[in-house]
Antibody
Framework: QVQLVQSGAEVKKPGASVKVSCKAS????????INWVRQATGQGLEWMGW????????GYAQKFQGRVTMTRNTSISTAYMELSSLRSEDTAVYYC????????????WGQGTLVTVSS | QSALTQPPSASGSPGQSVTISCTGT?????????VSWYQQHPGKAPKLMIY???KRPSGVPDRFSGSKSGNTASLTVSGLQAEDEADYYC???????????FGGGTKLTVL
């Protein structure tokens, strides 16, 4: 079955960077874009950006431009999201999600990775 | 503040129907038939329930249905069951720049 498995929880200090991984299985990794969405505790979903695993092309939400980098390693079917210059407001659960053939439709999602930014 | 507007809460008794609205603009909901709905139980990842306004992925009960009129999309859950109690989020494609916008979520309570 199609599955996305993310790396474990992280605790970072303000100003640091975090890199979250998302390992895909059950389908051809390069055939579908991977998107990243975050959710602060008790808050709604916030789209961060997309990456095409085949070409490596990316598109980021304006809010994260300059701070986020999405990459991939096709040999191990894994996507990565790195967020730099972390601040307390970046404390959230970060999800990767496979985009289906329908624009902006995500299925399935990874289990989520909690990133805590605290001094 | 989320780009799409949803009511913060909705409720219904078992067996009843409830409808959740999602209001956007002509740049997102009104401009494309790419509205999706996600169900999220506490501590879990979102699950796709409706895509392209009214289509259901395999495995989603037909108690869940979607529709759209102008800039407002709606999710209807018929024959409410206890397991339907969850947060529901709408999303819409919004063009190649903004790409995807989400609603703020609606907490559905089964009384």
């Amino acid at each position: 079955q199609v599955q996305l498995v993310q790396s474990g929880a992280e605790v970072k200090k303000p100003g640091a960077s975090v890199k979250v991984s998302c390992k895909a299985s059950g389908y051809t990794f390069t055939s579908y874009d991977i998107n990243w969405v975050r959710q602060a505790t008790g808050q709604g979903l916030e789209w961060m950006g997309w990456m095409n695993p085949n070409s490596g092309n990316t598109g980021y939400a304006q809010k994260f431009q300059g701070r986020v980098t999405m990459t991939r390693n096709t040999s191990i079917s894994t996507a990565y999201m790195e967020l730099s210059s972390l601040r307390s407001e970046d404390t959230a659960v970060y999800y990767c999600a496979r985009e289906t053939a329908v624009a902006g439709t995500f299925d399935p999602w990874g289990q989520g990775t909690l990133v805590t930014v605290s001094s | 503040q989320s780009a799409l507007t949803q009511p913060p809460s909705a409720s219904g008794s078992p067996g009843q129907s409830v409808t959740i609205s999602c209001t956007g603009t002509s740049s997102d909901v009104g401009g494309y038939n790419y509205v999706s709905w996600y169900q999220q139980h506490p501590g879990k990842a979102p699950k796709l329930m409706i895509y392209e306004v009214s289509k259901r992925p395999s495995g989603v009960p037909d108690r869940f249905s979607g529709s759209k009129s102008g800039n407002t999309a709606s999710l209807t859950v018929s024959g409410l069951q206890a397991e339907d109690e969850a947060d529901y989020y709408c999303s819409s494609y919004a063009g190649s720049n903004t790409y995807v916008v989400f609603g703020g979520g609606t907490k559905l309570t089964v009384l």
